[in-house]
């Protein structure tokens, strides 16, 4: 017996030194749930391996309708930090914050932000890259808070990141600068920040949030005005293929593009590596296909 228990007992003393040491070289991870793709994103760059990230809205539901269920709610009473967009894009944020374990960190990523207000205020911010950059520097202070220890590493990665998304305002100046038109006319009311950003003018068939199918008045409005601007391209969201745009484009003669609203990512997408940045990059081609910039 006390053949067998004596290299049982160092084995296992064994697992819990080689344990220990696996865990100081590379810590399993602050678990951080953020709402959406472009926040999931941000908070893995700057985390890197300090932290294991979960996105709590699927790809492919209305992400505006999107409500958590139990098991969501279940994940979220485990996380240390929560980042969602804020500006009405998660009206359920406000009853799961209470719901947090104690200590957890809670962000709101658009938090002394200027929101553009319409009827309500406008979410989209993550598409202007350079608000973007205001929600990864906000990101990047929610994890020293929770992880004060990574205050270096987190410092780092938003400052390498934050130049990244310079870089791409600057491609996405410079590729928008000389424009036939500057017109456009998307589905869904995301790209108001980016449009404001680079001088361009967006029509949205919808409001910026899921809403009911234009009238048909609506639909008259957005033809006669792509006609008056000679659109060519009317956007729709691949998540989300819309009639509406579908019937727009066809009494205007125009084509279809598409404009990705970023709000989730397919698992088609995931799987082919897509990225903030790659996506971003596809949209500006469009951009500057519809709008016949040189
Ligand atoms: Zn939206």
């Known amino acids: ?70 098991r969501d709610l279940a994940d979220l009473a485990r996380a240390r930090l929560f980042i969602y967009n804020g500006a009405g894009f998660e009206p359920w944020a406000a009853r799961v ?5 104690a200590g957890a960190v809670t962000v709101n990523a658009t938090q002394g932000l200027a929101l553009a207000n319409g009827r309500a205020a406008d979410p989209h911010v993550w598409l202007d890259p350079l608000l973007a950059l205001e929600q990864v520097a906000a990101v990047g202070r929610g994890l020293i808070r929770a992880d004060p220890e990574g205050r270096a590493v987190y410092e780092a990665n938003v400052a390498s990141l934050a130049g990244e998304l310079r870089a791409l305002h600057e491609v996405f100046a ?11 006319i998307t589905a869904h009311a995301a790209f108001g920040y980016l449009a404001r950003r680079y001088g361009l003018g967006m029509t949205a068939i919808q409001g910026p949030s899921a809403e009911a199918e234009p009238s048909p008045g609506r639909l008259a409005a957005v033809v006669r005005l792509a006609r008056q601007h000679g659109i060519r391209v009317v956007y729709t969201d691949p998540l989300e293929p819309s009639r509406a745009a579908e019937a727009v484009a066809r009494e205007a003669g125009a084509t279809l593009g598409v404009l990705h609203t970023l ?27 519809g709008l016949e910039c040189r």
Do not use: W
């Open 1 to 70: 017996m006390s053949d067998r228990a004596a290299p049982l007992a160092a084995a296992l003393a064994a697992l819990v030194v080689a344990g220990c040491g696996a865990q100081a070289a590379a810590p399993t991870g602050l678990s951080v749930t953020a709402s959406i793709f472009p926040l999931a994103e941000f908070a893995r760059r700057v985390g890197g391996e300090r932290v294991n990230v979960k996105t709590l809205i699927p790809p492919r539901s209305k992400a505006h309708d999107f409500q958590p269920s139990p």
């Open 97 to 101: 914050i209470p719901q947090l374990p």
């Open 174 to 184: 410079a590729a928008l600068a000389t424009c036939r038109r500057r017109e456009f």
């Open 263 to 289: 709000e989730g990512l397919t698992a088609e997408e995931a799987r082919r590596g897509e990225t903030y940045f790659t996506v971003m990059h596809e949209n500006l081609r469009q951009l500057v296909q």
